[in-house]
């Protein structure tokens, strides 16, 4: 279970399909494992060894996918860190994962220059940095590049339990944590989602968001495998989408909700320009019924919607159920296992909510150098989601609300999905994110922020009375509502209603 042998397989057997198209760039299979090559020997004349930490500090580019491969092929582990880091969070994931080895481009020099006394471990010729311009006495990647063969590296034993990745989760509930992927792991990414999203070699697949994101790994993982035509934008824009789809005619795209919302927005927004798509995939929050039956009822017959954890558990709600089981998040899929347990670690059963747990073939072995936390997720081989939700009497799994997001309002549960699914109804409103705040009489209370649709305007107090309306119970009702031009999110899109609660629960260790 070796990825990195998946390119110079395609890379002689489909030589001259088109394998990446990035701006600009449009190349074969045999031109991209020829960079691939250079950028792997570069790194083996450098001392890089199979085990070896690189970190990579980039957005989306060419040098970035250059550095997955590469990786795959030597063995060594690479650690995508998100180019919206900086100072001393940036440092101690570099510290956290004992990266010796960084690639980046010359703005983020200047980030790593300021923190150079923080990161000694990586030797100055083991920052390789991109572009014309970099900090003195660091690589240039273009020239070590350019130095360096581009036939195959030197073989190396890679096998299932070798790793290939560490991943540091997106900080929604806390701290960063780094989820360790194996090469067996990726591989499994590659069979299962190629059939779970209907996949064939001559599939075009399209990714907008950044591919520091695990959910960039649902497409770039079965693309490779399958040998198709993998696009990728510097970075989401609606109306580039949609050229690009009816231009290069792409079969297969996965989003994050706020690029789906932004795209049902969007002036541009058109289902005939759209028409070649065969699956649209939403990953990494919830999307809200009104947002999926906007899109289903646009492009028919193309929606899935994946619910998962970086840690290994997954349902996918395949385009064929959307019809019967909207509302839900769809099934295990195939080798994996699914239950809905109370505080006690019991079963409950359908209907009944509960934290979600799973198992299956993608299971992390465990946080990076943490057995502790490792310990408190993985219990009898059992992954502890952290989120609630209910099965119906099919299996299919209901997603109720993150453990940490639900209120105790008056001692009754409050879900802040339950009230966001009512707010983003309102014609004039793109996105909400509900949250509890103190209260003395309640306990928690909930407050909604709000993006609205562009050109649209409506005072706070206005939709604050139209929400508390509509809500089905009197602890549902928000307290006030904060419009605001955008929420503060990861990098892969999720919105940090963690930041959203910190200027309320200052001083208070219970919500942050």
């Known amino acids: 279970m070796n990825i990195g042998s998946l390119l110079p397989r395609h890379a002689r057997d489909r030589a001259d399909h088109t394998a990446i198209v990035f701006e600009n760039y449009r190349l074969t299979f045999r031109e991209f494992n020829a960079r691939v090559n250079r950028l792997a020997n570069a790194l083996y004349g450098l001392g890089v060894r199979k085990g070896d930490k690189i970190a990579t500090i980039l957005p989306n580019s060419l040098n970035l996918l250059d550095a997955y491969w590469a990786v795959a092929k030597t063995g060594a582990v690479v650690v995508p860190l998100s180019p919206l880091l900086r100072g001393r969070a940036l440092a101690s994931l570099i510290r956290d994962s004992d990266t010796e080895t960084i690639i980046t481009n010359a703005e983020f020099a200047h980030e790593l220059a300021a923190i150079r006394d923080e990161i000694r471990a990586v030797k100055d010729d083991h920052i390789i940095v991109a572009g014309a311009s970099q900090a003195s006495g660091f690589q240039n990647y273009d020239t070590l590049a350019a130095q360096a063969s581009d036939g195959e590296p030197p073989p190396t034993e890679i096998g299932d339990d070798d790793l290939y990745n560490i991943i540091y989760s997106s900080g929604t509930t806390g701290m960063p944590k780094g989820i360790v992927h194996t090469h067996y792991i990726r591989a499994v990414y590659c069979f299962l989602f190629a059939s779970t999203w209907r996949m064939t070699p001559e599939s075009v697949v399209l990714h907008s968001g950044s591919i520091v994101f695990n959910g960039a790994f649902l497409t770039l993982m079965p693309s490779m495998y399958l040998g198709c035509t993998y696009i990728?934008?510097?970075?989401?824009?609606?109306?580039?989408?949609?050229?690009?789809?009816?231009?290069?005619?792409?079969?297969?795209?996965?989003?994050?909700?706020?690029?789906?919302?932004?795209?049902?927005?969007?002036?541009?927004?058109?289902?005939?320009?759209?028409?070649?798509?065969e699956m649209i995939g939403t990953v990494g929050a919830p999307l809200h019924l009104e947002h999926k039956e906007k899109l289903n009822r646009a492009l028919p017959g193309r929606f899935y919607e994946l619910y998962g954890l970086t840690e290994g558990f997954l349902t996918v709600l395949d385009k064929t159920r959307y019809a019967t089981k909207a509302n839900s998040v769809g099934l295990p899929q195939p080798f994996f296992d699914m239950r809905i347990v109370n505080d006690k670690g019991e079963d409950l059963p359908p209907g009944e909510i509960g934290e979600i747990v799973g198992r299956g073939p993608a299971l992390m072995p465990g946080y990076y150098k943490r057995p502790d936390l490792t310990a408190q997720a993985i219990v009898n081989g059992w992954l502890h989601t952290g989120d609630l939700g209910y099965a119906d009497e099919d299996g299919f799994l209901y997603l109720v609300d993150r453990k940490k997001d639900m209120m105790i309002s008056g001692g009754v549960n409050v879900f802040p999905?339950?009230?966001?699914?009512?707010?983003?109804?309102?014609?004039?409103?793109?996105?909400?994110?509900?949250f509890g705040i103190p209260s003395e009489k309640w306990g928690e209370t909930p407050l909604a922020a709000i993006i609205l649709r562009p050109g649209e305007t409506i005072a706070a107090e206005e939709l604050c009375e139209w929400i508390n309306n509509r809500v089905d119970a009197k602890n549902q009702r928000v307290c006030s509502v904060n419009i605001l031009e955008d929420f503060p999110r990861s990098a892969a899109g999720k919105t940090l209603k963690r930041i959203l609660r910190e200027p309320y629960w200052a001083g208070r260790s219970e919500k942050i």
């Open 232 to 277: 990728l934008h510097k970075s989401f824009d609606p109306r580039a989408f949609v050229e690009t789809v009816k231009r290069e005619r792409v079969t297969h795209t996965m989003m994050v909700p706020s690029q789906i919302t932004a795209l049902l927005a969007s002036p541009h927004f058109s289902p005939e320009a759209l028409k070649s798509l």
């Open 417 to 434: 999905k339950d009230i966001e699914e009512i707010i983003v109804q309102h014609p004039a409103v793109r996105e909400a994110a509900v």
